[in-house]
Nanobody, 121 residues
């Protein structure tokens, strides 16, 4: 089994910054993409940032230039640096990872429990 644990959420004023972390643990053979999603109240969950195991990143248009994703493969950890935060960034942020638990099993998707980010004055 694989566990993803997020941290770093909280309340911040517009224009402020937060850094989210997500650490994977458990029966891990290889981690492929590690991603950040978010879900605002009454909205669908959306992909915010995707980070390959080579560190290549892709972002939603709404966060380009403000958010930066990165990962530390040695620590099985992915980060999301969020700058110039706006009220519309308020959401629960979820970590997602595609993980193979053995050399012969196909990778599966795993999710963290989510961390609340609230941008408000």
């Amino acid at each position: 089994q694989v566990q993803l644990v997020e941290s770093g959420g909280g309340l911040v004023q517009p224009g402020g910054s937060l850094r989210l972390s997500c650490a994977a643990s458990g029966s891990i053979f290889r981690i492929y993409n590690m991603n950040w999603y978010r879900q605002a109240p009454e909205k669908q969950r959306e992909l915010v940032a995707a980070i390959t195991n080579d560190g290549i990143t892709n972002y939603a248009n709404s966060v380009k230039g403000r958010f930066t994703g990165s990962r530390d493969n040695a620590k099985n950890t992915v980060y999301l640096q969020m700058n110039s935060l706006k009220p519309e960034d308020t959401a629960v942020y979820y970590c997602n990872a595609r993980v193979a638990t053995t050399p012969t099993t196909l990778p599966s998707n795993y999710w963290g429990q989510g961390t609340q980010v609230t941008v408000s004055s």
